[in-house]
């Protein structure tokens, strides 16, 4: 199927269907692809998503919830379907991708729901639905091909095919023993290639990539891309094995951590949904921006302390603007390399050092390029050489206080257990205001009036 981009062409398309007989809207539906027809359900109104998913084939139907974002209502839809089709698609769907859905509905929905599944699905519901959502154990799948150390090959490939019948794709074998420890990993490759003959144990390659089912998501996304897996095993405590990540997970997590730290950087919570109504967004902005006022309040007041200077040098007000501004740019450039560092892995003293030192350094040349273009402006268009160089040495100190707060505080807030993505960028901003408006009206003072 060759990929195209859905536009407001799509969506007109399938409010037209829908306003036809089933049978038509059915010929339109089977021109997109399940993850397509996610993306439109975002624009269409709860009873038209239920008519879709009762017309859709199951398959189609389960793959339609998988792909939908949690905060346009996978959960509603599937609860508000007839139980024969509502069962029919959780039996589709992965153990992870059901109990994503599953988990987002209060309890007494989830225990109807559970109730009218068969008793192992039920059970491996429930127990993922045990681990917290952002945990290896919340996103890995209990479905898993696992075969004994002790089979030769043709015990194992018989189990291999068995196990293989109701799963859509694998590409690793666990090996375990009678009591289901995991022993080692295994590829479908290895297996046909080996002798008839052949034993699993002599097999088995023990040198491998495992998680614990309470590892943070990130670190299981890190793992999985140092070592390029396409899946990585879960375990317990005791090495038992309970199922696998797969890196289809893994790119959502890495999306869904990229969105939570950028909205983090720019003061928005994490609570608040990308399409979330205007009272939500108020809630989770209001607090941060109460706090911003606070900070500028204290801008402010560096600023009445120099009343005398602005009064009696009024340009001056013009150009500290600029530094401040400049400062502010050049922190958020430190502030978004060091937070992504840290969140790529935890930095050892001396590579925090390093960091602090390279934004220290950036800083510095920085500073004295842009400083050395506002000298030029306030000597030429000012006629004031020295005023070019009380901005000279404003702006530069102010993109070396930049630098240094931009690496420095976030490495400071992660050492202390803070997430340095949420308060970074508050402490940051009132650094390079006060110094951006002290720098320019302290030089001046003493340069310039005196």
Excluded at 104 to 122: F, R, S
Excluded at 278 to 303: D, H, Q
Excluded at 338 to 367: C, H, P, W
Aim: with cysteine.
């Amino acid at each position: 199927m060759q990929s195209f981009d859905l536009d407001k062409t799509d969506f007109l398309r399938i409010k037209a269907a829908l306003e036809a007989e089933d049978a038509d809207l059915e010929l339109v539906l089977k021109e997109y692809h399940a993850s397509e027809i996610a993306i439109l359900f975002e624009k269409l109104q709860q009873e038209e998503k239920e008519r879709i998913i009762n017309i859709l084939p199951t398959d189609v139907a389960s793959e339609v919830l998988s792909e939908m974002d949690e905060e346009h209502g996978p959960a509603e839809l599937l609860v508000n379907l007839e139980p024969e089709k509502r069962t029919e698609i959780i039996e589709e769907l992965d153990y992870d991708d059901a109990t994503d859905i599953i988990s987002q509905l209060d309890e007494e929905d989830q225990q109807e729901i559970l109730e009218d599944l068969d008793q192992e699905d039920a059970s491996n519901i429930r127990a993922l639905m045990t681990y917290a959502e952002d945990t290896a154990g919340g996103l890995m799948n209990s479905e898993i091909i696992k075969v004994n150390i002790n089979s030769d090959k043709k015990d194992a490939l018989d189990e291999i095919i068995r196990q293989s019948e109701e799963m859509e794709e694998f590409y690793t074998i666990c090996v375990v023993d009678n009591n289901d420890i995991l022993k080692g990993i295994l590829s479908i490759k290895t297996v046909i290639k080996a002798r008839a003959d052949a034993r699993i144990s002599d097999l088995v390659n023990t040198d491998f990539v495992f998680v614990k089912a309470d590892l943070d998501q990130e670190e299981v996304a890190r793992l999985i891309k140092q070592y390029n897996l396409t899946s990585i095993p879960v375990v317990d405590d005791d090495m038992k094995l309970l199922g696998r990540v797969t890196v289809d997970d893994i790119i959502d997590v890495l999306e869904e951590e990229s969105t939570e730290d950028l909205l983090k950087i720019s003061g928005v919570s994490e609570d608040e949904e990308l399409s979330g109504n205007w009272l939500e967004a108020v809630k989770s902005r209001l607090p941060w921006l109460v706090i911003n006022l606070g900070t500028a309040f204290l801008a402010a007041s560096i600023i009445r302390t120099f009343d005398d200077t602005v009064a009696k040098l009024s340009i001056i007000s013009a150009y500290m603007t600029i530094i401040a501004g400049m400062g502010g740019n050049a922190a958020t450039q430190a502030l978004a390399v060091t937070v992504r560092r840290i969140s790529l892995s935890d930095l050892t003293d001396k590579q925090a050092y390093n960091t602090v030192l390279k934004e220290f350094l950036v800083g510095m040349i920085n500073g004295a390029a842009n400083g050395l273009i506002v000298f030029v402006v306030a000597f030429f268009y000012d006629a004031n050489p020295m005023l070019g160089l009380v901005l000279f040495l404003a702006m530069t100190g102010n993109l070396i206080i930049a630098g240094l707060t931009g690496a420095s505080i976030p490495l400071i807030l992660k050492r202390v257990g803070i997430d340095p993505a949420v308060a970074s960028s508050i402490i940051i901003t009132t650094f390079t205001d006060c110094i951006g408006f002290l720098l320019p009206l302290y030089l001046a003072t003493k340069l310039l009036l005196k």
